[in-house]
């Protein structure tokens, strides 16, 4: 009898797809001959059709499961012959994720690739260019029928004009104006946005670009700087070489909010690179410029989000990684992954080195750090003539508090405008207050979709979740004993807001929360207002915490401190401390010394004197010691299981099933602990619950990960449940 494998298609191409099912898919690519590894290709699923990625010919080397019956497999259907092909070292980044995040192979590859349209078609660009020189000078040598000399022409004409009013001219425009950029003879022109020079480096910014430049292939390192140091003028440097070199750069952020100041400061000061901007806001068109010019080579400088790392980049010189410690850089939706951690795998297996800078570097990195995984450049003091601001803590419990506020916090709020100058107040929770109850029965305003209560936002009468979205209007009188008094307790952004109005009233106060900020432009243009010195009062959210410079606040103010102080997840002083000493970091940035006042009911709590005495490094060496004890990251290891479905008794049956699973493995080193319902259970009509496995060893926790993922996918599940794998997780 003939073998299966004899009678097996000559062309076996195994195909990610967009399923939850963590394998890849064979087709006969016979009927295909175009087709290859890399490529985006239709194939036949079940009674569909899907787009998949093409991963790898099929041999018994790259696959140990049995082959198919010959007569069960099917074609591929057809090739996008638009789609760019994915290289072999973006098909191992996918690879990597898949396996050690346990997540579907097919799942990973359809949130990592580019967006599936013509990367040429006319889209949307906030580029502007503008000749040089040199440019100008060259202009009568083209020929006259040169694309190049037509669009210099019309710059020369118009002074400086957009990529669209540029594309316009010519289909052939897109290629012609990154060869002039590559020449030298255009340049990008952002409005508003001179030309910026290199600034005198400190002493301590000078050993650290000494030592990042040093570097020749892979290495870590953590730029530890304070607030204001200047780590930012220590990548603008390592990233000039890396392009005079011919190399390209990769600059990572943790938030879409902080990608414009920094866009305008990357272009200014090298205005004949290459620059594009990655991130998840931006049409899927301008997407696909993006990764296309990053992918061919085009792009000098790739600048975006967490999912910018998945950008091809051939000529890949080093990667820089700002506000290293951020939760943003976290996916917890979906395929579940760490873009700081997927970046630095991302650096050793491309044989770059890696920059990861912060003013609270995370406990994970500051022991690798300190265990001698990363250098440690630190930059101890604010560059220039700036010096650190004073902190000081009003004691609550002693000077109380009128709708939020301290005598002492108001008393230097007037002063400072008295003196003409600018004053942050701080409160991480928008709306004007979190719960709307009523005092005569103790009735609250729920949500009927979550375990959490609606947020009352006075602005527009509305009541919100800010969980999952549902909102309704504010009730006319309590709906249990009718009383009509209803009551906000606690404030938000627009109750803070409204009392600093009564206060204050000849102040220009602005508001800046992701309630009163619409959109790119709107949010630019509200931070300009800032710089330019329009506003005395700014009352914001975490969105203002990190990466703004604003030279006229000398004074930031926080509002509700402790309530983050006692949080249940072991990580919430870890990062109350790093929100807090982000955020006193704005204040004092120009010539005028700054102060920080931070209200607070436990003036004499350890985080509250470290803040006091800007001790990081001692704040961090007690949070350490305190997880050594308790085996906690980055001294333990975590993954946790979560699963949620209509009904809680579901969810948590199919977790104690898990759990049995987990256990019959046998696996040493490893403590799985009893499935609980999580803290907020009910979430979008949907009842949650969660298993958490430790270990101080991750080799036993990755011995126990991959048999047991196997098995999950093996267990009957019931109707309407979802389950979801959480290596290293976030929260727990």
Not at 122 to 150: C, I, M, N, Q, W
Not at 185 to 198: D, F, K, N, R
Not at 460 to 485: M, S, T, W, Y
Not at 566 to 572: E, G, M, N, P, Q
Request: include cysteine.
């Amino acid at each position: 009898m003939e073998s299966t494998a004899a009678i097996l298609p000559s062309r076996l191409l195994q195909v990610a797809l967009p399923r939850p099912i963590p394998a890849l898919f064979d087709y006969d690519a016979s009927t295909c001959p175009h087709a290859e590894p890399g490529q985006r290709v239709r194939v036949p699923f079940g009674r569909s059709e899907l787009w998949g990625i093409a991963w790898r010919w099929r041999t018994p080397e790259t696959d140990g499961r049995d082959p198919m019956a010959p007569d069960r497999i099917k074609s591929v259907i057809g090739v996008d012959p638009v789609a760019p092909t994915l290289p072999a070292s973006w098909r191992a980044l996918v690879e990597f994720i898949a396996d050690y995040y346990q997540q579907p192979i097919g799942e990973v590859a359809a949130m990592a690739a580019p967006p599936a349209i013509a990367a040429t078609r006319a889209e949307r660009s906030h580029r502007r260019f503008r000749a040089t020189a040199t440019g100008l000078a060259s202009t009568p040598e083209l020929p006259a029928r040169d694309v190049g000399r037509k669009l210099l022409i019309a710059l020369e004409r118009s002074g400086d004009m957009s990529e669209g009013e540029l594309r316009a001219l010519s289909s052939r425009a897109p290629v012609a104006l990154e060869r002039l950029l590559a020449a030298g003879w255009i340049e990008h022109a952002l409005p508003g946005v001179p030309a910026e020079s290199a600034h005198p480096l400190s002493a301590d910014q000078s050993a650290a670009l000494e030592a990042l430049q040093s570097t020749r292939g892979y290495a870590a390192s953590l730029l530890h700087g304070v607030t204001g140091s200047g780590k930012t003028e220590v990548y603008l440097r390592l990233i000039e070489a890396q392009i005079a070199s011919g190399r390209q750069c990769l600059l990572l952020v943790p938030e879409i909010a902080l990608t414009p100041q920094l866009q305008a400061r990357v272009a200014a000061r090298f205005p004949r690179a290459c620059l594009h901007v990655m991130h998840s806001e931006m049409s899927d068109g301008a997407r696909a410029m993006a990764w296309t010019s990053a992918q061919s080579g085009t792009a000098d400088i790739l600048l975006g989000t967490r999912l910018a790392v998945f950008a091809p980049l051939p000529r890949l010189g080093c990667i820089v990684l700002d506000e290293e410690h951020d939760p943003s850089f976290r996916q917890t939706e979906g395929v579940r992954y760490s873009a700081r951690d997927v970046a630095i795998w991302r650096a050793r297996y491309e044989n770059v080195p890696i920059v990861l800078g912060s003013a609270t570097p995370s406990l994970e990195s500051l022991r690798h750090a300190m265990d001698g995984r990363y250098a440690w450049l630190r930059l101890n003091s604010r560059a220039g003539a700036a010096k650190l601001p004073d902190v000081k803590l009003i004691d609550t419990r002693v000077f109380r508090t009128t709708e939020g506020l301290s005598p002492p916090m108001v008393k230097a709020i007037e002063s400072r405008l008295a003196r003409g100058e600018q004053t942050l107040l701080f409160i991480n929770r928008r709306g004007y207050a979190p719960v709307l109850s009523c005092p005569a029965c103790g009735w609250a305003a729920g949500c009927t979709r979550c375990s959490a209560n609606l947020v009352l936002h006075a602005a527009d009468r509305r009541l919100r979740c800010h969980h999952c979205g549902a909102e309704g209007p504010v009730p006319k009188a309590c709906p249990e004993c009718g009383n009509q008094d209803m009551q906000g307790f606690g404030r938000g952004t627009q109750r803070l807001e409204e009392t600093l109005t009564g206060l204050f009233p000849a102040a220009r106060l602005l508001r800046i929360d992701r309630d009163s900020v619409r959109g790119r432009d709107h949010w630019q243009a509200q931070l300009d207002r800032i710089r330019r010195g329009e506003v005395d009062l700014v009352v914001g959210t975490q969105l203002l915490a990190k990466g703004h410079d604003f030279p006229g606040i000398t004074l930031v103010g926080v509002v509700g401190a402790d309530a983050s102080l006692h949080a249940a997840d072991f990580r919430a002083q870890e990062r109350l401390f790093a929100q807090l000493m982000q955020v006193g970091g704005r204040a004092g940035r120009g010539n005028t010394a700054g102060d920080v006042l931070i209200q607070t009911a436990q003036p004499e709590h350890p985080l509250f004197l470290a803040l006091k005495a800007h001790d990081f490094d001692g704040f961090a060496l007690r949070q350490l010691e305190e997880r050594a004890r308790l085996g906690l990251p980055p001294h333990g290891f975590q993954l946790m299981l979560s699963a949620d479905a209509p009904d809680l008794q579901t969810a948590l049956d199919f977790l104690e099933a898990a759990r049995r699973a987990a256990l019959a493995l046998g696996v040493g080193g490893v403590r799985i602990y009893d499935v609980v319902p999580m803290r907020m259970v009910r979430r979008a009509n949907r009842e949650r619950a969660q298993l958490v496995v430790e270990s101080r060893s991750r080799p036993d926790l990755r011995a126990l990960l991959r048999p047991w993922v196997t098995n999950l996918y093996r267990l009957r599940l019931a109707r309407g449940l979802r389950w979801h794998i959480d290596v290293d997780p976030a929260e727990v």
